[in-house]
T-cell receptor
Framework: GAGVSQTPSNKVTEKGKYVELRCDPI?????LYWYRQSLGQGPEFLIY????????DSGLPNDRFFAVRPEGSVSTLKIQRTERGDSAVYLC???????????????????FGEGSRLTVL | DAKTTQPTSMDCAEGRAANLPCNHS???????VYWYRQIHSQGPQYIIH???NNETNEMASLIITEDRKSSTLILPHATLRDTAVYYC?????????????FGTGTRLKVLA
C-alpha cells in the first residue's frame, strides 16, 4: 500500500511486559513521528526522526519508552515494563520534508497510519 | 509554542456550511495554521493550512483574520462523512522541527 503502515493494529499485554510497535512510513519520507492518543484526547507528541536520528524526543514520558529508526525507514517504538497507564492508541506519521523552506514548497503535511491500539492489563 | 482554543463540540445540518473557529492569539509571525481532522478509529488527516492569506482547496476553505489571532475552517456543504474531530494546530518552526502539538479539537457532528 501507499500509506503509512502500523503493526500490530491491536496488542494486549500484561503489566510489566515488553512491547514493540512497528511503523512503516511512506517510501521516500524522511521524517517520521510517533504520537500517543488516549481516549477523548488529541494525539500527544512522543518523538520525531529526521532520517535515522531522533531530532526531538522531548515527548517520551520516561526512560521505559524508546524508539529507533536504524535505516531511516521503518521505525520501532519500544516500551519496557509496561504499565496500565500506557494503554492508548500509538500513532505513527511520516512527511516528505521536515526542514522549513520559505514560500509555497513547504506543505508540512503529516500522513498518519491507522495506529496501534495497546491495552495493558 | 503558540496554543489554540477551539469549541469542544458543534453540530451542523447536512448540506449546510460548517464553520469551525479557532483562536490562536499568541501566534508568531512565522507560524502556520494547520487543520487536521480525525474520523473515528482512523489517524488524523490533513485538510488545509495557511500563513496569513485565505486558502481554499477541494476539501475546505481557511479564513485567517488580518491580525492572525484567529481562523475559521469552512466546510461549504457538510456531509455525514464530515462527522469527525477537527484539530486546529499552530506549527512551531524551531531548528527545522515540525512538531505538531494537538489540542482536544472540535467534535463536529453533521446531522441528517
Amino acid at each position: 500500500g501507499a500509506g503509512v503502515s502500523q503493526t500490530p493494529s491491536n496488542k494486549v499485554t500484561e503489566k510489566g511486559k515488553y512491547v514493540e510497535l512497528r511503523c512503516d512510513p511512506i517510501s521516500g519520507h524522511t521524517a517520521l513521528y510517533w504520537y500517543r492518543q488516549s481516549l477523548g484526547q488529541g494525539p500527544e507528541f512522543l518523538i520525531y526522526f529526521q532520517g535515522t536520528g531522533a531530532a526531538d524526543d522531548s515527548g517520551l514520558p520516561n526512560d521505559r519508552f524508546f524508539a529507533v529508526r536504524p535505516e531511516g525507514s521503518v521505525s520501532t517504538l519500544k516500551i519496557q515494563r509496561t504499565e496500565r497507564g500506557d494503554s492508548a492508541v500509538y500513532l505513527c506519521a511520516s512527511s516528505l520534508t521536515s526542514r522549513g523552506t520559505s514560500g509555497r514548497a513547504d506543505t508540512g503535511e503529516l500522513f498518519f497510519g491507522e495506529g496501534s491500539r495497546l491495552t495493558v492489563l | 509554542d503558540a496554543k489554540t482554543t477551539q469549541p469542544t463540540s458543534m453540530d451542523c445540518a447536512e448540506g449546510r456550511a460548517a464553520n469551525l473557529p479557532c483562536n490562536h492569539s499568541t501566534i508568531s509571525g512565522n507560524e502556520y495554521v494547520y487543520w487536521y481532522r480525525q474520523i473515528h478509529s482512523q489517524g488524523p488527516q490533513y485538510i488545509i493550512h495557511g500563513l496569513k492569506n485565505n486558502e481554499t482547496n477541494e476539501m475546505a476553505s481557511l479564513i485567517i483574520t488580518e491580525d492572525r489571532k484567529s481562523s475559521t475552517l469552512i466546510l461549504p456543504h457538510a456531509t455525514l462523512r464530515d462527522t469527525a474531530v477537527y484539530y486546529c494546530i499552530v506549527r512551531p518552526r524551531s531548528q527545522g522541527t515540525y512538531k505538531y502539538i494537538f489540542g482536544t479539537g472540535t467534535r463536529l457532528k453533521v446531522l441528517a
